[in-house]
């Protein structure tokens, strides 16, 4: 337990809970993002069912979550109430957040679904095994030249870029923008925008649609191997030949390039700065690299501790109770995934990062019919790229304080300069 070195600054319980008082998402104060779980921990003792300033509901405890995931008949995924006053009637951000699977209800969700999971089985999966490690020791044989470099930039985010590119077959020349546009996009989802986030979001979302009916066009007049590539599958529908319209095609395109992309360079660059915080776990870690079992069970508590997608929403269709509490019908309520993952009820000392943790049952990919369909593509990613990071270079070191994206939603680091 004294194994932690403090990178991430220590929040006193008193300023924790003076936040909590007045915890309020779309005004949170800057030491806040540096280290929310004390804030988390006191609305889960307090309050774990917490009104919001506007009306909506903040839900801390794991149980509750799991109850609000498993019951998608009363709380839907469906944004278009929430989203339309947020981005204004006719923005190209409400026209995409509103029609990707992750924010819709069955049958839409359903059909979609079906069609993702389709090209993500098991061995599909599998087949992408021996390119991803092509790509990752490409990476390190860099890294290693230069002896050291910024773990985001030139190591995390460069690996998801290129397996979703893979995945719906965006030729190589093609993904240089896709990091931006994905970052804007996604950042579009935080609780407060500013009006140039909010503009960059929309330009984001114009330009990806415009290259993308592009691809579409090109890949209906050369299909590729629907048991492997996506956008094929997405394009030839189902076998029962029911066909996606082109917007939910290119809007669901664009959703599915950008849900793989921070999250899982954020799964690997907070795992590499948690090991950096953490040497005596790190030091067992690297004792037991060789073994697949121990990587995967590190990478599932490096998913619980530091989750790189902190909240979810939902609305309650009908008048409902969740933890003793009752919802009036149209209650929008916030998950904190975050908070949840750090549960007591749930986890032993669920502020330890402790690589050898068993029955880690975290909320981190979300729960039920909306679990995410990357998850095990996800698990690849991080076995293989923290993996073959720390055989590689087992002394890594960072450098500088590594400096935070700053955002309540997509947890992570925007730059994490290291040596080797
Ligand atoms: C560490 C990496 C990742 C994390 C932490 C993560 C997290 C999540 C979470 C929490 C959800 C549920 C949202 C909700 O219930 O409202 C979700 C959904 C989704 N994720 Fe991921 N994700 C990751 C990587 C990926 C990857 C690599 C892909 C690419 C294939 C992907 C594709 C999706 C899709 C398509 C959904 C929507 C599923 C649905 O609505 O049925 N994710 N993800």
């Known amino acids: 337990m004294s194994d932690a070195v403090v990178v991430t600054p220590a929040m006193t319980a008193q300023r924790a809970g003076e936040i909590a008082v007045s915890f309020d998402l779309r005004a949170l104060p ?26 909506s509901w903040f839900l801390t405890r794991y149980a509750d979550l799991v109850a609000v995931y498993r019951d998608a008949g009363v709380f839907s995924s469906d944004k278009k109430i929430e989203f339309t006053p947020k981005y204004g009637a006719g923005a190209p951000l409400l026209e995409h957040h509103t029609s990707s699977l992750v924010f819709n209800d069955p049958p839409l969700h359903t059909r979609v679904r079906r069609l993702i999971m389709g090209a993500l089985t098991r ?13 990752v020791d490409t990476l390190l044989d860099a890294i290693a030249a230069r002896g050291g470099g910024d773990l985001i930039e030139d190591f995390a985010s460069a690996i998801p870029v290129e397996v979703i590119g893979n995945l719906l077959g965006v030729p190589h020349e093609d993904r240089g923008p896709l990091r931006g546009w994905s970052l804007a996009i996604l950042g579009a989802l935080e609780p407060r925008l500013t009006p140039q986030q909010e503009a960059l979001g929309n330009r984001s979302v114009r330009e990806f649609l415009h290259y993308l009916r592009t691809l579409v066009a090109e890949r209906r007049r050369q299909p590729g191997d629907p048991e492997h590539d996506v956008l094929t599958r997405l394009i030839q529908g189902e076998d029962a030949g029911e066909t996606l319209s082109e917007t939910e095609l290119l809007q669901n395109c664009i959703f599915i390039l950008n849900a793989g992309h921070e999250t899982t360079t954020n799964l690997i660059g907070n795992a590499l700065c948690a090991l ?30 530091e989750s790189s997608n902190q909240l979810g929403n939902r609305r309650a269709v009908r008048a409902c109770e969740v933890g003793g509490v009752a919802l009036p019908e149209g209650a929008l309520v916030t998950l904190s995934i975050a908070a ?19 029955g880690n049952r975290h909320l981190a990919f979300g729960f039920g ?25 087992p002394g890594y070191r960072l450098t500088a304080s ?10 992570g680091f925007l730059q994490a300069p290291f040596a080797v």
């Open 340 to 358: 949840a993952n750090r549960d007591p009820a749930q986890f032993a000392a669920p502020d330890v990062l402790d690589l050898a943790r068993t």
């Open 276 to 305: 950096h915080e953490w040497p005596l776990q790190k030091q067992a870690l690297l004792g037991a690299i060789g073994s697949e079992a121990a990587v995967d069970a590190a990478i599932e508590e490096f998913l619980r501790f």
């Open 30 to 55: 800057p030491d806040f993002y540096a280290n929310p779980y004390p804030v988390y921990a006191a609305l889960r003792d307090q309050e774990p069912v917490r009104r919001m300033p506007d009306g």
């Open 402 to 411: 590594p400096t935070r994206g700053g955002r309540a939603r997509f947890r």
């Open 369 to 393: 019919i909306h679990q995410c369909a990357g998850l095990s593509l996800a698990r690849l990613e991080g076995r293989i790229a923290i993996g073959r990071f720390l055989a590689r270079f």
């Open 123 to 135: 061995r599909a999966i599998a087949q992408m095994e021996p390119g991803l490690v092509t790509l």
